[in-house]
T-cell receptor, first 115, second 112 residues
Framework: NAGVTQTPKFQVLKTGQSMTLQCAQDMNHEYMSWYRQDPGMGLRLIHYSVGAGITDQGEVPNGYNVSRSTTEDFPLRLLSAAPSQTSVYFC??????????????FGPGTRLTVT | GNSVTQMEGPVTLSEEAFLTINCTYTATGYPSLFWYVQYPGEGLQLLLKATKADDKGSNKGFEATYRKETTSFHLEKGSVQVSDSAVYFCALMEAGSYQLTFGKGTKLSVIP
């Protein structure tokens, strides 16, 4: 298994540009999520999905869109990039069995710089 | 709302020293508690977890005990190695939720 994969590893955007961060997992996990990591802030949840066709907002959703058309993929879209979105982005996934605590598996991250 | 507070560091220790990283939490329910580790340039990996009061999670020589009375989950290791240099995150997950709430992370550097 490849686990959770993210592309690209690095990206530089100009203010106002759009792009999609890709995330895929091959573990048949129901739950997937996106976090951003900023210095001194820990990780903050952007959006999450409990299954194909279902998404919801996390703590910091503004400026980001997501969709979940398949179990495997959970792309994160920046429609109009802003310097405040400079960050490291992590995708994570886990089994979604209710009532049981499952480990979340994290991808290697995408480092995004917006100038 | 939920929150996690951990000592911010950075923490610098000599090899074979004893490590403690403090973590306390605030939660409305009865959460599960986790320690994640992030090695340089990598994503986060689960280090250990505990799902109920007085549970002790352990892995790779690290331990943490879920203390409900003090709302704490302190990470300890008796003898650190250079390879333990990383950023450590304490986190909680409410029962019935899949969402993790993280502390800000503690950077540990171990010198030979």
């Amino acid at each position: 298994n490849a686990g959770v994969t993210q592309t690209p590893k690095f990206q530089v955007l100009k203010t106002g540009q759009s792009m999609t961060l890709q995330c895929a997992q091959d573990m048949n996990h129901e739950y997937m999520s996106w976090y951003r990591q900023d210095p001194g802030m820990g990780l903050r949840l952007i959006h999450y999905s409990v299954g194909a066709g279902i998404t919801d907002q996390g703590e910091v959703p503004n400026g980001y869109n997501v969709s979940r058309s398949t179990t495997e993929d959970f792309p994160l879209r920046l429609l109009s990039a802003a310097p405040s979105q400079t960050s490291v982005y992590f995708c994570a996934s886990s089994y979604g069995t209710s009532g049981t605590v499952h480990e979340q598996y994290f991808g290697p991250g995408t480092r995004l710089t917006v100038t | 709302g939920n929150s996690v507070t951990q000592m911010e560091g950075p923490v610098t220790l000599s090899e074979e020293a004893f490590l403690t990283i403090n973590c306390t939490y605030t939660a409305t329910g009865y959460p599960s508690l986790f320690w994640y580790v992030q090695y340089p340039g990598e994503g986060l990996q689960l280090l250990l977890k505990a799902t109920k009061a007085d549970d002790k999670g352990s892995n790779k020589g690290f331990e943490a005990t879920y203390r409900k009375e003090t709302t704490s989950f302190h990470l300890e290791k008796g003898s650190v190695q250079v390879s333990d240099s990383a950023v450590y995150f304490c986190a909680l997950m409410e029962a019935g939720s899949y969402q993790l709430t993280f502390g800000k992370g503690t950077k540990l550097s171990v010198i030979p």
